[in-house]
């Protein structure tokens, strides 16, 4: 793996699991600060709001400067939010940090997106993504539960000092290993907005927001539906989620190298298949074994989707990538937060647990269509990744 795709790697790490550990803290960090748990868990939605927020502010912030300097910048921003909420006194200050960290998230993935794209030829531009997006991954499968045991054992602070430490490696490896030239388009605050009117930027972007959502609405209660549907135990439920975790690295590598040969192709049948899964799922959730395996293939095709996705718009986008890549990282967010909602509501209105895969599959047959209508009507803007690009890599430009 080139060296610079591993300090992306590594900074996507150190954020992954920063956003996602506090679940595991909920109940330490609600019994620290004296809230209830609901209250919370608000502490997610605003991270998730802050990402949504945050994206197209820090696009248009840093759409002149150089991208070495704006990565470095945007993963320094996060150790200091990471540092801030270890150090929070009480709870509205814990969630404006938050947020504050949130701030860096979807501009970080965004732009890491398109650099990492850029630094290697066309047709391996998704594989690229999908390194990137690794580290993601390894987030939900090594951080996210190391985190919440060192949590669990040391202090909910503890966590986010040891998240700020990686935080800083990641600044260090930034430094030292992104080329002090990468290609970039010049800052055009009118330009950047004015392809967002463009269909073929925003059907990509609904795509990344349904995805998310259907994977979402169905995660956020996979433990009780595992307890109190499947019968699995507690400490079963984290063996499920650990292989979840692994699935979701698996995606994405398989996203990214099947992106580099027939992206469109491989989008469509990623969300199809995803519908079939949540069917299966919604059959199988009373036996173990049927589950553990729709599981493993749930969250690899989900996480397929996203360097899929994250290509596509970065090719769809052409004359203003660092906005769109990073408004789809909103997109996203806003479908986590978006999914979560959905099932909230359709619990409460009486639907059962297993009600649940069901909502998932009509979302994910709503992004299949919307794929093949997007995909026949418009096709990507931008070269086709394979057949145009040969060996060579794109030659790089000055950051002036």
Not at 9 to 29: K, N, W, Y
Not at 195 to 202: I, Y
Not at 222 to 246: K, N, Y
Request: with cysteine; aromatic share 8%; hydrophobic share 55%.
């Amino acid at each position: 793996m080139p060296l610079h795709l591993i300090a992306l790697a590594a900074a996507a790490f150190g954020i992954g699991t920063s956003e996602f550990v506090i679940m595991g803290l909920l109940p330490d960090v609600a019994a620290d600060l004296g809230v209830s748990i609901d209250i919370a868990g608000l502490l997610i939605t605003g991270y998730a709001m802050g990402v949504v927020i945050g994206a197209p502010i820090m696009a248009i912030i840093t759409a002149r400067l150089p991208r070495k300097t704006t990565l470095i910048g945007l993963a320094s921003t996060f150790v200091i939010g990471n540092l801030l909420c270890a150090l929070a006194p009480g709870y509205a200050t814990l969630m404006a940090a938050r947020v504050f960290t949130a701030f860096c998230h979807g501009a970080f993935f965004g732009i890491g997106a398109v650099v990492a794209a850029d630094l290697v030829p066309r047709n391996q531009r998704s594989s690229a993504i999908a390194l990137m997006f690794t580290g993601l991954t390894l987030a939900n499968v090594l951080g996210v539960p190391l985190g919440t045991a060192l949590g669990q054992a040391a202090g909910w602070r503890s966590t986010f000092w040891v998240v700020s430490g990686i935080g800083l490696l990641a600044v260090a490896a930034l430094a030292a290993w992104l080329p002090a030239r990468i290609p970039m388009q010049p800052g055009n605050i009118l330009r950047e907005f004015k392809v967002l009117r463009d269909p073929r930027v925003l059907w990509p972007l609904a795509a990344s927001a349904l995805a998310s959502a259907a994977l979402f609405c169905v995660l956020t209660y996979i433990a009780p539906l595992l307890r109190d549907v499947t019968g699995v135990s507690e400490r079963g439920v984290t063996g499920v989620l650990l292989l979840f975790g692994v699935a979701l690295t698996v995606g994405s590598t398989l996203g990214g190298r099947l992106g580099d040969r027939n992206l469109e192709f491989w989008l469509t049948r990623m969300f199809a298949g995803l519908v079939l899964v949540f069917l299966a799922l919604s059959q199988a959730v009373h036996a173990l074994a049927p589950m553990l395996a729709l599981v493993f293939i749930w969250g690899t095709l989900g996480f397929a989707l996203v360097p899929l996705l994250q290509t596509l718009i970065v090719d769809q986008a052409a004359e203003a990538p660092n906005l769109a890549s990073t408004l789809n990282q909103g997109a996203f967010n806003l479908g986590n937060a978006g999914g979560a909602w959905l099932g909230s509501m359709a619990l409460g209105s009486g639907l059962p647990l297993t009600g649940l895969p069901w909502m998932s599959a009509a979302i994910a047959a709503a992004a299949l269509l919307l794929t093949l209508w997007g995909t026949r009507r418009h096709g990507r803007r931008a070269a086709t990744l394979a057949g145009q690009a040969g060996d060579e890599a794109l030659p790089l430009r000055s950051n002036a």
